[in-house]
T-cell receptor
Framework: AQKITQTQPGMFVQEKEAVTLDCTYDTSDPSYGLFWYKQPSSGEMIFLIY??????QNATEGRYSLNFQKARKSANLVISASQLGDSAMYFCAMRGRNQAGTALIFGKGTTLSVSS | DTGVSQDPRHKITKRGQNVTFRCDPISEHNRLYWYRQTLGQGPEFLTY????????KSRLLSDRFSAERPKGSFSTLEIQRTEQGDSAMYLC?????????????FGQGTRLTVV
């Protein structure tokens, strides 16, 4: 079965610092996609970044980058130059080709708190 | 495009009552998903539509839950005889078909409280 594990319930960082949010995954499917979403207190899930299992390079989107280590089955999110508006829940998710259709499977999330 | 919209945003109901939620996906998206999120957890998949066809249902979707997407556009999720354990955030998402690497776009959710 596919599974996403996020072991950090909460992370604290100061403005302008970089932070890494951990994510490990488990799947037997050779083809899969990994996603990170941000959920502010308003509740909406906001897509941040995507990494495909066959992508040779780590994905980057502005201040977000994904540290993809396929052999270790990890897909950590790195946020550079943290901002107060980055305070939110962050979810790692996986989509496989043959499990639950094309639905995303989410981890339990990490709460990020950015202070000034 | 206004994104995925859900109605209502909040619903408080008495145990045993029926409730219905609505989701309007992004217009060109033919895939629509319902998720449930309880406090401190990530969203859990409930069901998935491609156009008007319901292609997948999670074991979480008990017989009291039913979802429809009659014309392949908006979708409704009904919960009959609500229980306190149904209290959660119900999220709707949509995505394009055939693009496995594309993200699902989520609505802001309907927060259900059963008292």
């Amino acid at each position: 079965a596919q599974k996403i594990t996020q072991t950090q319930p909460g992370m604290f960082v100061q403005e302008k610092e970089a932070v890494t949010l951990d994510c490990t995954y488990d799947t037997s499917d050779p083809s899969y996609g990994l996603f990170w979403y941000k959920q502010p207190s308003s509740g909406e899930m906001i897509f941040l970044i995507y990494q495909g299992s066959y992508d040779q390079q780590n994905a980057t989107e502005g201040r977000y980058s994904l540290n993809f280590q396929k052999a270790r089955k990890s897909a950590n999110l790195v946020i550079s130059a943290s901002q107060l508006g980055d305070s939110a829940m962050y979810f790692c998710a996986m989509r496989g080709r043959n499990q639950a259709g094309t639905a995303l499977i989410f981890g339990k999330g990490t709460t990020l708190s950015v202070s000034s | 495009d206004t994104g995925v919209s859900q109605d209502p945003r909040h619903k408080i109901t008495k145990r045993g009552q029926n409730v219905t939620f609505r989701c309007d996906p992004i217009s060109e998206h033919n895939r629509l998903y319902w998720y449930r999120q309880t406090l401190g957890q990530g969203p859990e998949f409930l069901t998935y539509f491609q156009n008007e066809a319901q292609l997948e249902k999670s074991r979480l979707l008990s017989d009291r839950f039913s979802a429809e997407r009659p014309k392949g556009s908006f979708s409704t999720l009904e919960i009959q005889r609500t229980e306190q354990g149904d209290s959660a955030m119900y999220l709707c998402a949509s995505s394009e078909q055939g693009l496995e690497n594309t993200e699902a776009f989520f609505g802001q959710g309907t927060r259900l409280t059963v008292v």
